[in-house]
């Protein structure tokens, strides 16, 4: 005999969109502060996080992207193909590594 399973139970407690919003404002925090580590930007650097569905073939569901606003240079941008959550130290450093090396190759060519 098969258990019935109540697809209308609840699941446990769901955090409220205040509660959720509070999260997701942690984890920006969490990850300024970690390109402030990595990337070393100026003091006056204005760093934005943004957590995006991306539309690309081949993307992942969500991307995070990153943008470093300096006065006086080009907005640097990194884009990370995992959710805000996932987000680390290495995770930045690499894609910094990346966005330097298209850079270097745009500019030699």
């Known amino acids: ?33 970690a390109v402030r580590k990595v990337l070393a930007p100026g003091e006056d650097a204005v760093i934005s996080i943004s957590e995006l569905a991306c539309g690309e073939d081949g993307c992942p569901d969500v991307e995070t992207v990153i943008g470093i606003h300096e006065a006086g240079t080009p907005t640097r941008r990194l884009r990370l193909h995992l959710p805000l959550a996932e987000v680390g130290l290495a995770d930045i450093a690499a894609a910094a590594e990346d966005a330097r090396r298209t850079a270097d190759k745009d500019a030699s060519a």
């Open 1 to 33: 005999m098969r258990l019935f399973v109540n697809p209308f139970a609840p699941r446990g407690r769901r955090p409220s969109p205040a509660e959720a919003e509070a999260e997701r404002h942690a984890q920006r925090q969490r990850i300024k502060e």
